[in-house]
């Protein structure tokens, strides 16, 4: 699977727009993009997957050019309870076989400042 | 419930001992997998169930390490003779099946003395 770079942290005041951008250079056909949230204490939480070019919920946006060598998740005016790390992760398609692991890096830590 | 649920959430075990963590799935949900997560890294691969069957159990570091998931609900990871490196946070998730995304338990953070 592709691996993926993301910046190790950022910071952001309450209230702005957060972009957090991963790279993923070598991402094949049938891969698609999934980001994940995770607080202190707590398992990994899904926020949002996409294959190409914009995928919004009620919680982020998730944007992807044409190349999909890159992908930008947006949080729309962050609080400080979004204070966490957000991993961006490449999982292949099913295929019919093979295992579907997850394969996290060290993600990007976001903090919320007052 | 709602969610995974893992037991217990803490357990700390003296050098040597024989520990077993257990993973509530998502009731219906097909596929189950298991992480180990060291501080400040990413959670990594252990193994994957589908239903029963344990079909990648290439992420187990050792052959101290044994999963099982007998009738294709509940999972438990035995970890026997613990030593000190095994000491981290392990995490379950399922998934209704391969192709949705994994919903992760809280994990029992396991400390070996």
């Known amino acids: 699977l592709a691996k993926t770079t993301q910046p190790i942290s950022m910071d952001s005041y309450e209230g702005q727009e957060v972009n957090i951008t991963c790279s993923h250079n070598n991402i094949a056909t049938n891969d698609y993009i999934t980001w994940y949230q995770q607080f202190p204490s707590q398992g990994p939480r899904f926020i949002i997957q996409g294959y190409k070019t914009k995928v919004t919920n009620e919680v982020a946006s998730l944007f992807i050019p044409a190349d999909r060598k890159s992908s930008t998740l947006s949080l729309p005016r962050v609080s400080l309870s979004d204070t966490a790390v957000y991993y961006c992760?490449?999982?292949?398609?099913?295929?019919?076989?093979?295992?579907?692991?997850?394969?996290f890096g060290k993600g990007t830590k976001l903090s919320v400042i007052p | 419930g709602a969610g995974v649920s893992q037991s217990p959430r803490y357990k700390v075990a003296k050098r040597g001992q024989d520990v077993a963590l257990r993973c509530d799935p998502i009731s219906g949900h097909v596929s189950l997998f298991w992480y180990q997560q060291a501080l400040g890294q990413g959670p990594e691969f252990l193994t994957y169930f589908q239903n029963e069957a344990q079909l990648d159990k290439s992420g187990l570091p050792s052959d101290r390490f044994f999963a099982e998931r007998p009738e294709g609900s509940v999972s438990t990871l035995k970890i026997q003779r613990t030593q000190q490196e095994d000491s981290a946070v392990y995490l379950c998730?399922?998934?209704?099946?391969?192709?949705?995304?994994?919903?992760f338990g809280d994990g029992t953070r396991l400390s070996i003395l």
């Open positions: 992760l490449v999982v292949r398609a099913y295929s019919g076989a093979g295992s579907y692991q997850l394969t």
């Open positions: 998730a399922s998934s209704l099946d391969v192709s949705q995304p994994q919903h």
